[in-house]
């Protein structure tokens, strides 16, 4: 399975390109992954940077992919026409019968949990992975910046809904205070730490760095 998959080529970003002209396929066959063994896509909510990359060209880049994304999200963009958003690439998914999406908060496969954060986007998910007694929650954009997760309750102008966003923040990150899961930012300079009574904290800096906060 996959969580997100980034900008893709939407202008003028086209990160893979970059100094290097190196491509995504050429990235994931440099870390041993098999696009078409990838069975299960999961789009944590519906903006570019996030989903643009569901496309290679003229044919899905995950090819045997089911892709899941909230309906919310796909419903809410396709009537705002907001052009920084994947609409485009949703409908042709669906087309070849390739797009799940049942809003329902559920196991999508084994170890592999969506669960609706909604404010950022009215179909905003976070994901969790499960193994053993280990939890790591993947937050999308449900926060930017490390402050957030000191003051959770915080409105942000980065939600589409700041105030239902505000509440999912709290939900969520309360929980993984709570119960000690690894918590993962894609925003976040160092996406992976843990939060707890002073916000966040970084799972380990670098071999001979300095913890941050």
């Not at 809410?76 to 797009?99: C, I, K, N, T």
């Not at 559920?106 to 909604?118: E, F, K, Y």
């Not at 923040?169 to 730490?193: I, K, M, Q, S, Y």
């Amino acid at each position: 399975a996959a969580i997100d998959t980034g900008v893709g080529a939407y202008p003028p970003f086209q990160p893979w390109a970059g100094r290097s002209g190196r491509t995504a396929e050429a990235a994931y066959e440099e870390l041993g992954v098999d696009l078409t063994e990838v069975g299960f896509v999961v789009l944590s909510h519906l903006h570019a940077d996030h989903a643009g990359g569901t496309w290679a060209g003229e044919a899905p880049r995950f090819p045997n992919a089911r892709v899941v994304l909230h309906g919310d999200d796909l419903s809410f963009f396709a009537e705002q026409h907001e052009p920084y958003a994947a609409v485009s690439e949703m409908d042709r998914l669906r087309e070849l019968g390739l797009l799940d999406l049942d809003p329902a908060d559920r196991t999508v496969a084994p170890g592999l949990r969506v669960v609706h954060t909604p404010g950022h986007t009215p179909g905003h998910r976070s994901i969790v992975l499960e193994a053993g007694d280990d939890r790591v929650v993947i937050t999308g954009d449900l926060l930017h910046v490390p402050i957030q997760a000191a003051h959770p309750d915080w409105p942000s102008s980065h939600d589409v809904d700041p105030e239902t966003g505000a509440v999912s923040r709290a939900t969520l990150l309360g929980r993984a205070a709570r119960e000690g899961w690894l918590v993962g930012v894609p925003h976040f300079a160092r996406p992976f730490g843990r939060v707890d009574e002073r916000g966040w904290r970084s799972a380990g800096p670098p071999e001979g760095g300095a913890e941050a906060s």
